[in-house]
């Protein structure tokens, strides 16, 4: 009859686990900024407006950028899809006739995501490379505004303003986020104090795009951001992604 030997099985079980194990230590480069992520899935809550907004943001390494939305009040969910071009154009598809304005606009994702990278930069100086394990985090302002903009908007939360939560990584590349943000809202002597909370995962590692240059633009709608742009007849034709990228490239 063949032997067995638990205690070689056991160490060799062990052995497979260590191998197999993810690594739970920070791997990104040192010099890696809170503004660097590739990608962001960002929950927006404001306390009593009972608005809730989910957004998972992509950015394309030719410098594009995707927003996937999901947007809640009281008996209402909308989502959609939007994404910018060439920084000229902005595609969209799955809203409601009654919100195209949702789709055509990327401005309050790209607000609330500078927000929520600005408050990581204050909260953790360091860097998400620097994390390594939970970080209860504090910060408030007596002095100083936080200034946003997106290019087409732009916006001020002005002091005194605080925040406080936790960070975390989750692996090698991605920072786990729970922020809760108070600032002054209003004019000077009538100043009221407003919150939200922003939370949600960065990734700090290079992904792939989620839509490949072949992707056909046949149900997206188009909004240009300047009515005049060179590109904005020829594209009409544009049957893919790729071809829309070229088309912008060629009519400067």
């Not at 962001?40 to 950015?59: C, M």
């Not at 620097?130 to 001020?156: C, F, K, Q, R, Y």
């Amino acid at each position: 009859m063949k032997k067995f030997y638990p205690k070689r099985v056991t160490l060799l079980f062990f052995a497979l686990l260590l191998f197999c194990s993810p690594s739970v230590h920070a791997e990104l480069a040192p010099e890696t900024r809170w503004a660097d992520p590739s990608s962001v899935r960002l929950d927006v809550e404001f306390p009593g407006n009972e608005y809730h907004a989910t957004w998972n943001l992509y950015r394309c390494d030719c410098g594009d950028l995707l927003v996937r939305s999901e947007l809640s009040i009281p008996g209402e969910v909308e989502k959609g899809e939007s994404m910018l071009v060439g920084g000229r154009v902005v595609l969209s598809r799955g809203f409601g006739e009654d919100q195209a304005e949702l789709g055509s606009s990327l401005d309050a994702p790209a607000l609330m995501m500078q927000l929520a990278l600005r408050l990581l930069e204050r909260s953790s100086p360091a860097g998400p490379a620097a994390l390594t394990g939970l970080e209860n985090v504090a910060v408030e302002e007596l002095i100083g505004p936080i200034h946003l903009d997106s290019g087409t908007a732009a916006g001020s939360f002005f002091a005194p303003w605080k925040v406080q939560g936790v960070v975390e990584p989750v692996g090698d590349s991605q920072r786990r986020f729970d922020l809760q943000f108070q600032f002054s809202t209003g004019n000077p002597g009538e100043e009221l104090i407003g919150s939200m909370r922003l939370s949600g995962l960065a990734e700090f590692a290079k992904m792939e795009f989620p839509l490949a240059p072949s992707t056909t633009l046949q149900d997206w709608k188009f909004s240009w951001r300047e009515a005049s742009d060179p590109a904005a007849e020829a594209a009409q034709n544009a049957a893919t992604l790729s071809e829309l990228r070229a088309q912008l490239r060629s009519n400067k």
